[in-house]
T-cell receptor, first 114, second 110 residues
């Protein structure tokens, strides 16, 4: 069964550093998403991406965050100047036809900011 | 404020019983509703979705939607210990993003 692949599975970074989280969506999917889940809390929407541009973003997705599809397969989330409160599980997701039939989530990257 | 509410649980049911998980949402404009299962430390996994009032069945799972009451539920028949997980209700208002509830932790006792 096709999978959304995320790397790394766990990243530890120092406060103030930049991190890039990587995702390979399912190959025929056109919509890409990032969500995050702080430990013990809800899954929260960050951003959606379609046709090489951001289609929606939440209040969480401020200037500290950016997304990019640098080539035909990867989808990245960059977090500049990380803060302690950015520590969370970050999930990439993709879908073929928007949200109509739900998304497929990747296995996640656990980001720990120290 | 777009809110999705669920009882946090844990909901404990014996093996073979029916587990009933409930979700309420605040925005009447919500269009589609999803149930995800999340094992501890893992990513959400889609179980099923529902758009229209009434019931939708898929194997041991039945989703029920009542838009007038702003209520959606998930029934799991013949519960198995492997069903023990957190069940997340997600609501799509418009656009492509989902609002997730806090999840209900289900424990199926052998």
């Amino acid at each position: 069964e096709p999978e959304v692949t995320q790397t790394p599975s766990h990243q530890v970074t120092q406060m103030g550093q930049e991190v890039i989280l990587r995702c390979v969506p399912i190959s025929n999917h056109l919509y890409f998403y990032w969500y995050r889940q702080i430990l013990g809390q809800k899954v929260e929407f960050l951003v959606s991406f379609y046709n090489n541009e951001i289609s929606e973003k939440s209040e969480i997705f401020d200037d500290q965050f950016s997304v990019e599809r640098p080539d035909g397969s990867n989808f990245t989330l960059k977090i500049r100047s990380t803060k302690l409160e950015d520590s969370a599980m970050y999930f990439c997701a993709s879908s073929e036809v928007g949200s109509s039939y739900g998304y497929t989530f990747g296995s996640g990257t656990r980001l720990t900011v120290v | 404020q777009k809110e999705v509410e669920q009882n946090s649980g844990p909901l404990s049911v014996p093996e073979g019983a029916i587990a009933s998980l409930n979700c309420t949402y605040s925005d009447r404009g919500s269009q589609s509703f999803f149930w995800y299962r999340q094992y501890s430390g893992k990513s959400p996994e889609l179980i099923m979705f529902i758009y229209s009032n009434g019931d939708k069945e898929d194997g041991r799972f039945t989703a029920q939607l009542n838009k007038a009451s702003q209520y959606v539920s998930l029934l799991i028949r013949d519960s198995q210990p492997s069903d023990s997980a957190t069940y997340l209700c997600a609501v799509n208002l418009r656009g492509q993003n989902f609002v997730f509830g806090p999840g209900t932790r289900l424990s199926v006792l052998p």
